[in-house]
């Protein structure tokens, strides 16, 4: 079946700091790839996702690229601000519009 | 666009009692929603998928009997905790899909539920 693992949080770090959230799946067939956030008290937010292999996600100043070969779609933003506290979740989506969620991780960013 | 609302956004109520939430597309028809629930500091459980005019498909291990989901609209589905106890007591998320390609879903804000 279909799975998302994610790193484990919380990521703390200072303001202007290079972020990485690493995300890997198992599926079969050609899954949309997803990353969401939520934060504090809300519900999940669409942040970015790549539809094929070799897609790159991108909104806010966040990216993440479609890698099949690696099964990964890692989350990256070259400078983080204290407003991007909250908690990413990595998710995959099949044909039947179903979603398997990661567990999440939580970052703070320090001013 | 791709608005999803849910009403309300927190209630708390006794033992017993049943609480209905509802979950609303604004700007698009969701031809399928899903309700999840998040327990704190956790990932969303997916509950059930509920496709318009047909009865919700529940996943492993939930009650249909205990939560009640009506997808009456294209706009609108609903949540029925039936007889509610603290252990229900949880964040309640819906989202939607649009009707057409789009392999994603957009989240309402969530409904906390406490039960006393």
């Known amino acids: 079946g279909n799975s998302v693992t994610q790193m484990e949080g919380p990521v703390t770090l200072s303001e202007e700091a290079f972020l990485t959230i690493n995300c890997t799946y198992t599926?079969?067939?050609?899954?949309?790839l997803f990353w969401y956030v939520q934060y504090p008290g809300e519900g999940l937010q669409l942040l970015l996702k790549a539809t094929k292999a070799d897609d790159k996600g991108s909104n806010k100043g966040f990216e993440a690229t479609y890698r099949k070969e690696t099964t990964s779609f890692h989350l990256e933003k070259g400078s983080v601000q204290v407003s991007d506290s909250a908690v990413y979740f990595c998710a995959l989506g099949n044909a039947g519009n179903m979603l398997t969620f990661g567990g999440g991780t939580r970052l703070m960013v320090k001013p | 666009g791709a608005v999803v609302s849910q009403h309300p956004s927190w209630v708390i109520c006794k033992s017993g009692t049943s609480v209905k939430i509802e979950c609303r597309s604004l700007d698009f028809q969701a031809t399928t929603m899903f309700w999840y629930r998040q327990f704190p500091k956790q990932s969303l459980m997916l509950m059930a998928t509920s496709n318009e005019g047909s009865k919700a498909t529940y996943e492993q291990g939930v009650e249909k009997d205990k939560f009640l989901i009506n997808h009456a609209s294209l706009t609108l589905s609903t949540l029925t905790v039936t007889s509610a106890h603290p252990e229900d007591s949880s964040f309640y998320i819906c989202?939607?899909?649009?009707?057409?390609?789009?392999?994603?879903?957009?989240f309402g804000p969530g409904t906390r539920l406490t039960v006393l």
């Open positions: 599926a079969t067939g050609y899954p949309s």
């Open positions: 989202s939607a899909k649009p009707a057409g390609g789009f392999q994603g879903q957009f």
